[in-house]
């Protein structure tokens, strides 16, 4: 059975920093690419970032270009998002989930995704 689950979510002031993890079992987690979506409250889900197996291209929303990183370590399992310079628009449940590829076209479609975690509270106050 696929187990995604995501960490790292909290309280931060604008202009500070988070970093989220993503631990995934279940799965050989190297096969798959791997991506972060966030849901704020009455909005749609939306792509974050995504990352492809070894990290040999990732893809990020544009409004986070510059300020978050997405990057994995196969040997833990494991998926991160360093957030940096937050923004209260950056509140949000925060999504990891993991897919068979990431391709510019698709990689912010909810449909290109097979497993999902349950989500992370990240909250930025102004």
């Known amino acids: 059975q696929v187990q995604v689950v995501e960490s790292g979510g909290g309280l931060v002031q604008a202009g500070g920093s988070l970093r989220l993890s993503c631990t995934a079992s279940g799965l050989t987690f190297d096969d798959y690419a791997l991506g972060w979506f966030r849901q704020a409250p009455g909005k749609e889900r939306e792509g974050v970032s995504c990352?492809?197996?070894?990290?040999?291209?990732?893809y990020y929303k544009d409004s986070v270009k510059g300020r978050f990183t997405i990057s994995r370590d196969d040997a833990k399992n494991t998926l991160y998002l360093q957030m940096n310079s937050l923004k209260p628009e950056d509140t949000a449940m925060y999504y990891c989930a993991a897919a068979p590829t990431c391709r510019w076209s698709t990689w912010r479609q909810i449909s290109n995704y097979n497993y999902w975690g349950r989500g992370t509270q990240v909250t930025v106050s102004s």
């Open positions: 990352i492809n197996p070894i990290g040999d291209s990732t």
